[in-house]
């Protein structure tokens, strides 16, 4: 939707942009399912442009290193401080490194990498893309008989797939350090103890969930945000819509994703 | 000039929701023929072109191509950015299979052609504005099209760089016995390039001829057109 039909919508009744706001959603996730599909396909044929995909895995991984690195460093230390005041009152202050950890592999990890990567790279896929749909440069590629999936989706998706997983790993694990260095301050736990109380709380499930979280969060941010960016029209006003949008779209779509990932794998039975 | 037609426009209809963009087209090109597509902003020239070069379907009408190969000259060049001259034209060469040496053997050819070889490894966002047109042209010709379509080829850019521009197209069109459209509305482009031209006004096809033709005519709509006159049937249709 271009911004002059935002604009001539802004003064209908709120039961019409309700209907509205619906198909916009729906369509949108006709647009995600049917990129997901012809993305699948180029993969699985191995149809994937490696160069490309290593080009797009440093803009996305690591050049979101330093700030996913902030990042979980402070919520992680934050956290922990939360946790060693409440433990240390209950007198289970050598449980302190268990329960970080746990926050962290199971939610804190996954959450912060993809919070971080959509604000990130998912608003600038969506500029870029858009970019290219208003300045022809798409039209350029289906003249010249390249698909823009072939070429602008599936190198994202291979990228993500790797960098995300590894940047919610990295993430976990500056977590992790953070609880150390908190609860040997804070609660005068040694590091030994904190690791011990580690090793006895996390299960491998823990850790396949862990990654389950990241690659769907690689899935929500590459496709919605090139959903959106490749179906896109108007001008310069219109690429900032398209931004926002997907920053919405995708951080929405992660925590709901996660409540669900979470509900059907740790749900008291 | 060939007897048998390189492209035929058959009655093409276009409409997006109520707005009818294209009522009832209809022209043929020969091999090494220029043609020039004039008419004022919004008349539905660059949509007939995104028809005839497959990026839109017509709602009715057909055009039928004795050739695949279509090179088209986006009116802002569209290169992308990501990647430097030589890969934005090796792209185009992607589904010959081609080994890396013959491509930089075409490559170097075509931009020879446009003077722009010393560009090779050169980003688009490096060049000036007539560079990244004459890169445009040379990713246009990479496979040695049949139909090569410009959008405004020559839209923003100065006097002395559109004629530069207007050279090569008639360099490009010899070189290529291509049959050839060029959507304008400079006057310098119409009357110096093309073989022949289409005026289309309000989706319709108003008159057509030589350029020679067009600036003696007549007709109301070639005389408001040629002139840039405000008296005349187009401007009294838009007010």
Known sequence: MTASQTKEKRFVNPLQIAEDQMLIGLTLLGQVGYLMWRTFGYMLRLQIDWAESTRQGYMIGVKSLVVVGITALFTGLAMSLQISRELVTFGADTAIGGVVSLALVREIGPITAGVIVAGRVGSSIAAELTTMMITEQIDALKVMRVDPIKFLVVPRYTAALIVIPTLSTYAMFLGLLAGIFIAKTAANVPPEAFLDSVRQTILDRDFAVHYLKSIINATVIIFFSCAIGLNTRGGAEDVGIATTRAIVWTMISIFILNFVVTSLTYAPR | MTAEPVLQVKNIHKAFGDRKILEGVSFDVYAGEMLGLIGPSGCGKSTLLKI??????PDQGEVIRRS???????QGSALLNSLNVRNNLALALDRRNLSKAEEDK????????????????????RLSGGQQKRTSFARAIVNDPKIILYDEPTTGLDPV??????????VLSHQLSAASIVVTHQFSTWTRTTNRVVLMFEGKIVWQGTPEEGVKSDNPFMQQFASGSREGPMLAAKL
């Open chain 2, 106 to 125: 075409i490559i170097r050819e075509k931009l020879d052609l446009v003077e722009l070889s010393d560009f090779m490894y050169a980003s688009p966002t």
């Open chain 2, 68 to 74: 695949d190969d279509i090179g088209l000259v986006f």
């Open chain 2, 52 to 57: 005839i070069c497959g990026l839109l379907e």
């Open chain 2, 161 to 170: 760089m559109s004629t530069v521009i207007e050279d090569y197209m008639i």
